[in-house]
C-alpha cells in the first residue's frame, strides 16, 4: 500500500509556481492576484480562507482578503462581487460558501463574471468544463485528477466509483473521470443516498472516491482487494486529546481499509492540500487567459 501524499504533491506543485512567480517578477510581468471574501466567523470557513491566503503568500501570489459580518446584506455582498468583477488588479476571486441563509448563493455565484470564477461555480464553468472548453473546473476535483495523474496512476478503462454527487465534488470529478483523457476514460457510477447496494457498488471499484462527509463511511468489506481509494470527507470531530478540542475525520475507515489498496490518501495531507493547489493553479490561469 502506497500513500496518496497531497501534502508532498501540493507542496511540489507550489514549489513550480513559486519558480514561475520567480520568473514573471524579473521580467517586471504581472503577478497573479486572488481576491477572498469570507462572511461571518465560522471556524471551517475562516480556517480554509487563511489556508488559501497563506498559499498565495508562500509562491509570491497577491492576495486580498475582505471580510464581512453575519448580517451583511445580500445587496452590499453583490455590489462587491461586481466591484472586483470590474477591479483590473484582480485576477480571480472567490466568495467562501456556505454563506448566511438571507444571502442567495445562487445569486452570488450568478453574479461572478466566469473570468474571475476560479472556483469553477458559474453555470458558463459547469458547462465549459463538460465541453472541454478552457474554463475553470472546482478546485477539489481538479485537485485529485492532479494528484491521481502526479501518482501515474492508471484510470483508462477503469472501474471508478464516486460516492457523493454534491455541485463541487462528486458530479463534476465523476465528469473529469469518465472524459476522454488522461486521467480519464473511467467506468464511472455515481451512488448518493437513493443509491442501493452500496457495498456491492463500491466493492466493484477499481478506484474508489468517497465524498460523502460521513466519518468512516467506508469500511473494509466494501474496497476490493488492490484499489485505489481517495478520501474527500473532512468533518469535525470532537477529540479531547487534541488542544483544539477536534480533529479531521474523513470518510474512510482508515486502519482497516489501507492494507486492501494500492493506494490511498489520508485524512488530513490527502485531498485537502491539493484542492488549496488547485486553487492556485486556476487564479495563475485566470491571468493568463486575459493574455497577461
Ligand atoms: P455534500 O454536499 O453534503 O454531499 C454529500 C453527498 O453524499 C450527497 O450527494 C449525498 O447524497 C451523499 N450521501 C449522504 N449520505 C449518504 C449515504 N448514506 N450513502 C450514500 N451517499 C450519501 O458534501 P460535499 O460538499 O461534496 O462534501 C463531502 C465531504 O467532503 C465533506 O466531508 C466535506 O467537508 C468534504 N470536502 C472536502 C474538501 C477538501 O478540499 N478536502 C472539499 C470539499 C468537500 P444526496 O445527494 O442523495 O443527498
Known amino acids: 500500500m502506497k500513500i496518496l501524499n497531497g501534502k508532498e504533491t501540493a507542496e511540489t506543485i507550489k514549489k513550480e509556481l513559486r519558480e514561475l512567480v520567480k520568473q514573471r517578477k524579473s521580467e517586471g510581468r504581472k503577478i497573479p492576484h486572488l481576491a477572498a471574501i469570507l462572511v461571518g466567523n465560522d471556524g471551517g470557513s475562516i480556517t480554509y480562507v487563511n489556508s488559501k491566503v497563506k498559499a498565495c503568500e508562500e509562491i509570491g501570489f497577491e492576495s486580498t482578503l475582505i471580510r464581512y459580518d453575519d448580517s451583511v446584506s ?9 466591484a472586483l468583477n470590474e477591479d483590473k488588479s484582480i485576477d480571480g476571486f472567490i466568495v467562501q460558501l456556505p454563506l448566511p441563509e438571507h444571502i442567495d448563493e445562487m445569486k452570488v455565484t450568478l453574479t461572478i463574471d466566469p473570468k ?19 474554463g475553470f473546473v472546482p478546485a477539489t476535483p481538479a485537485g485529485i485528477v492532479e494528484l491521481l495523474r502526479r501518482y501515474d496512476i492508471e484510470t483508462s478503462g477503469k472501474n471508478c466509483v464516486v460516492v457523493g454527487r454534491s455541485n463541487i465534488v462528486g458530479t463534476p470529478l465523476s465528469l473529469l ?7 480519464g476514460n473511467c467506468t464511472v457510477t455515481l451512488v448518493h443516498s437513493r443509491s442501493e447496494n452500496i457495498k456491492d457498488i463500491c466493492k466493484n471499484a477499481d478506484i474508489l472516491v468517497a465524498a460523502v462527509g460521513i466519518p468512516g463511511f467506508i469500511t473494509a468489506d466494501m474496497v476490493k482487494e488492490g484499489a485505489v481509494v481517495v478520501d474527500v470527507g473532512t468533518t469535525r470531530v470532537d477529540d479531547a486529546t487534541r488542544e483544539r478540542g477536534w480533529r479531521l475525520a474523513g470518510d474512510v475507515k482508515f486502519d482497516e481499509v489501507a492494507p486492501k489498496c494500492s493506494y490511498i490518501s489520508p485524512v488530513p495531507g490527502g485531498v485537502g492540500p491539493m484542492t488549496i493547489a488547485s486553487l492556485m493553479i486556476n487564479t495563475l490561469k485566470a491571468m493568463e487567459l486575459k493574455g497577461k
Open 177 to 183: 473521470l469518465g472524459k476522454n483523457t488522461n486521467p
Open 116 to 134: 474571475k470564477d476560479v472556483d469553477g461555480f458559474h453555470p458558463i464553468n459547469v458547462g465549459n468544463m463538460m465541453l472541454n472548453i478552457p
Open 74 to 82: 445580500e445587496e452590499v455582498l453583490l455590489n462587491k462581487v461586481k
